[in-house]
């Protein structure tokens, strides 16, 4: 329950909340006219939010009070962890502590009734202004953290009716208002599906068990597409004095893309998922990807991704999907996924590693496994154009927050499970199943797309920009803007992102970039790695 008050300091007029899923989507943007006196106190007034059973769930919920449309205060909290078996109350005091807080720089109105424009907050990204102080804060609040809410003595809030008891599922507020209970299942459950991925229906660890919720590990969700910047805050990339920039807000901004939207696993793909695809394998004796598969055939007519690696007198390029004589390279044999001993997460027999992301295994199994899964493999910009939030340019995929140390934003540095000092993996136990960080959702509901593991890329690595063919600052400098692009047009190695359980927090950066390079220069077939897995993308 939302409780929205006032400190005394203010005198609005109007009330304007905006509550939205850690999807991305939406849920409630209104303006409530509050009355004048003598009509009865408008303050206290609450907000009814209810859970879908999902305890990994976050909203985001932002408010503003303003009179003759100057907006005099603006808050914004992320709420996570949203109790799922009894009710907490999140108190949101309105103050001219905070006015100065609120910028100048306001954007044309929105929500279904609101005429004044709306003003933002001075507070950097991820950050709300404390009413006590008037300094800002963190935004992020943990929902587990929140006291039990207490209603009033006598059972109402005030005379504004933005919501009721929490326990009236279809509670509206006055004036024709939308429903006053904004449902955190559409936060988590509406923009997420399963259907079409048969693939986990059979059951059981590691398909069936994934997150906190322990949901489909074949969820995903929709990436609502748009145009971005694939290179920012560079002085971080490159090793510079910080790893974000000082308010968390994206600088050097270059290398735009335009992403169509898709959709994106919520998940890396675990053992037990591949263990259906090595079924199906059956050592090369059943199913193998059909020729030409694999292609983001919603875009360009069916032709896919253009590719921007393909010379210059060569005309428009598309993918061209899978090659028949790729087939023979196909071998997740389990003497092949092993490929080290002590971090190797396939076993023989389905055990207790069935719910970690699967590693060990080379580009074109990736390749294949997401073709068999009924996807394909996302391009460089689109992954990260999902660990950015789009053209929120993130400086981590849950924002700019400090990952810290207990692995609730990401596993890395051998952090997992124990905590500092970190730095020192021994072995399996460093690596946790998937969505083991419930802090680490991207904008658009994806866990782990920085930490666990590496994830493969559709892209041959190449440099954005002009520079020296190993990479270095070259492979961040500006190149021509591309829409729905890809580099297909082979390289030295493929592309990886999102860092993994052992590596240090720099390569937790939305925009950070890495290669791993190919074993088999024939076929162009990447090494195996124990750092490096795979996430599946699909068709919107």
């Given at each position: 329950?939302?409780?929205?008050?006032?400190?005394?300091?203010?005198?609005?007029?109007?009330?304007?909340?905006?509550?939205?899923?850690?999807?991305?989507?939406?849920?409630?943007?209104?303006?409530?006219?509050?009355?004048?006196?003598p009509?009865?106190?408008?303050?206290?007034?609450?907000?009814a939010?209810?859970?879908?059973?999902?305890?990994?769930?976050?909203?985001t919920?932002?408010?503003?009070?303003?009179?003759?449309?100057?907006?005099?205060?603006?808050?914004?909290?992320?709420?996570?962890?949203?109790?799922?078996?009894?009710?907490?109350?999140?108190?949101?005091?309105?103050?001219?502590?905070?006015?100065?807080?609120?910028?100048?720089?306001?954007?044309?109105?929105?929500?279904?009734n609101?005429?004044?424009?709306?003003?933002?907050?001075?507070?950097?990204?991820?950050?709300?202004?404390?009413?006590?102080?008037?300094?800002?804060?963190?935004?992020?609040?943990?929902?587990?953290?929140?006291?039990?809410?207490?209603?009033?003595?006598?059972?109402?809030?005030?005379?504004?009716?933005?919501?009721?008891?929490?326990?009236?599922?279809?509670?509206?507020?006055?004036?024709?208002?939308?429903?006053?209970?904004?449902?955190?299942?559409?936060?988590?459950?509406?923009?997420?599906?399963?259907a079409g991925?048969?693939?986990?229906?059979?059951?059981?660890?590691?398909?069936?068990?994934?997150?906190?919720?322990?949901?489909?590990?074949?969820?995903?969700?929709?990436?609502?597409?748009?145009?971005f910047?694939?290179?920012?805050?560079?002085?971080?990339?490159?090793?510079?004095?910080?790893?974000?920039?000082?308010?968390?807000?994206?600088?050097?901004?270059?290398?735009?893309?335009?992403?169509?939207?898709?959709?994106?696993?919520?998940?890396?793909?675990?053992?037990?998922?591949?263990?259906?695809?090595?079924?199906?394998?059956?050592?090369?004796?059943?199913?193998?990807?059909?020729?030409?598969?694999?292609?983001?055939?919603?875009?360009?007519?069916?032709?896919?991704?253009?590719?921007v690696?393909?010379?210059?007198?060569?005309?428009?390029?598309?993918?061209?999907?899978?090659?028949?004589?790729?087939?023979?390279s196909?071998?997740?044999?389990?003497?092949?996924?092993?490929?080290?001993?002590?971090?190797?997460?396939?076993?023989?027999?389905?055990?207790?590693?069935?719910?970690?992301?699967?590693?060990?295994?080379?580009?074109?199994?990736?390749?294949?496994?997401?073709?068999?899964d009924?996807?394909?493999?996302?391009?460089?910009?689109?992954?990260?154009?999902?660990?950015?939030?789009?053209?929120?340019?993130?400086?981590?995929?849950?924002?700019?927050?400090?990952p810290?140390?207990a692995?609730?934003?990401?596993?890395?540095?051998?952090?997992?499970?124990?905590?500092?000092?970190?730095?020192?993996?021994?072995?399996?136990?460093?690596?946790?199943?998937?969505?083991?960080?419930?802090?680490?959702?991207?904008?658009?509901?994806?866990?782990?797309?920085?930490?666990?593991?590496?994830?493969?890329?559709?892209?041959?690595?190449?440099?954005?920009?002009?520079?020296?063919?190993?990479?270095?600052?070259?492979?961040?400098?500006?190149?021509?803007?591309?829409?729905?692009?890809?580099?297909?047009?082979?390289?030295?190695?493929?592309?990886?992102?999102?860092?993994?359980?052992?590596?240090?927090?720099?390569?937790?950066l939305?925009?950070?970039?890495?290669?791993?390079?190919?074993?088999?220069?024939?076929?162009?077939?990447?090494?195996?790695?124990?750092?490096?897995?795979?996430?599946?993308?699909?068709?919107?």
């Amino acid at each position: 329950m939302v409780v929205f008050e006032t400190d005394g300091t203010l005198d609005p007029d109007t009330l304007h909340v905006t509550v939205t899923s850690d999807a991305g989507k939406t849920l409630l943007d209104w303006c409530y006219s509050i009355p004048p006196a003598p009509a009865p106190p408008f303050f206290p007034t609450t907000l009814a939010i209810a859970s879908d059973g999902n305890p990994g769930a976050s909203v985001t919920i932002s408010a503003s009070v303003l009179r003759a449309g100057v907006t005099l205060d603006v808050r914004q909290n992320l709420v996570t962890l949203v109790p799922t078996d009894h009710l907490v109350e999140l108190p949101i005091v309105f103050s001219a502590r905070c006015t100065a807080q609120v910028s100048l720089v306001t954007s044309p109105a929105h929500g279904e009734n609101c005429t004044s424009a709306v003003a933002a907050s001075r507070c950097g990204t991820d950050q709300t202004c404390d009413p006590t102080t008037g300094m800002c804060v963190s935004d992020v609040v943990m929902g587990t953290a929140l006291p039990p809410y207490s209603p009033p003595a006598d059972g109402a809030s005030g005379s504004g009716g933005v919501g009721n008891d929490a326990g009236d599922a279809e509670a509206q507020a006055e004036d024709s208002s939308p429903i006053a209970e904004a449902s955190i299942a559409e936060a988590s459950t509406a923009d997420a599906a399963d259907a079409g991925v048969p693939h986990c229906a059979p059951g059981g660890p590691g398909l069936t068990n994934c997150g906190l919720n322990k949901e489909s590990c074949c969820t995903n969700y929709e990436v609502t597409g748009g145009a971005f910047y694939r290179t920012y805050d560079l002085d971080s990339l490159l090793g510079g004095d910080s790893w974000a920039a000082p308010d968390g807000g994206a600088t050097g901004l270059a290398a735009p893309a335009t992403v169509s939207t898709f959709r994106l696993d919520k998940y890396d793909v675990t053992v037990g998922r591949f263990r259906q695809f090595v079924n199906a394998w059956n050592g090369g004796a059943g199913w193998t990807p059909p020729v030409g598969s694999g292609k983001h055939a919603h875009l360009n007519g069916g032709r896919g991704l253009v590719d921007v690696g393909a010379p210059a007198d060569a005309g428009a390029l598309y993918e061209t999907g899978w090659n028949a004589s790729d087939s023979s390279s196909i071998a997740p044999t389990s003497a092949n996924l092993a490929c080290d001993p002590d971090y190797a997460t396939w076993t023989v027999e389905a055990g207790s590693n069935e719910g970690r992301p699967m590693n060990c295994v080379s580009w074109l199994e990736a390749y294949a496994f997401c073709i068999w899964d009924e996807g394909f493999l996302p391009s460089e910009a689109e992954w990260e154009y999902a660990a950015a939030g789009g053209n929120q340019q993130r400086t981590y995929p849950w924002g700019s927050a400090d990952p810290g140390t207990a692995s609730q934003y990401a596993i890395y540095g051998c952090y997992y499970p124990s905590g500092p000092p970190g730095f020192m993996c021994s072995g399996i136990t460093n690596i946790g199943a998937v969505g083991t960080a419930p802090l680490g959702a991207g904008m658009f509901g994806q866990l782990d797309l920085a930490g666990e593991m590496y994830q493969f890329n559709l892209d041959w690595f190449a440099n954005y920009g002009p520079g020296d063919a190993d990479g270095g600052i070259g492979q961040y400098l500006p190149g021509a803007p591309c829409t729905d692009c890809a580099n297909l047009t082979e390289s030295f190695g493929r592309v990886v992102r999102g860092g993994c359980f052992l590596e240090d927090e720099s390569t937790l950066l939305a925009p950070f970039r890495q290669v791993l390079f190919p074993a088999d220069e024939p076929t162009g077939n990447v090494a195996r790695d124990f750092r490096v897995g795979a996430r599946c993308a699909r068709s919107p």
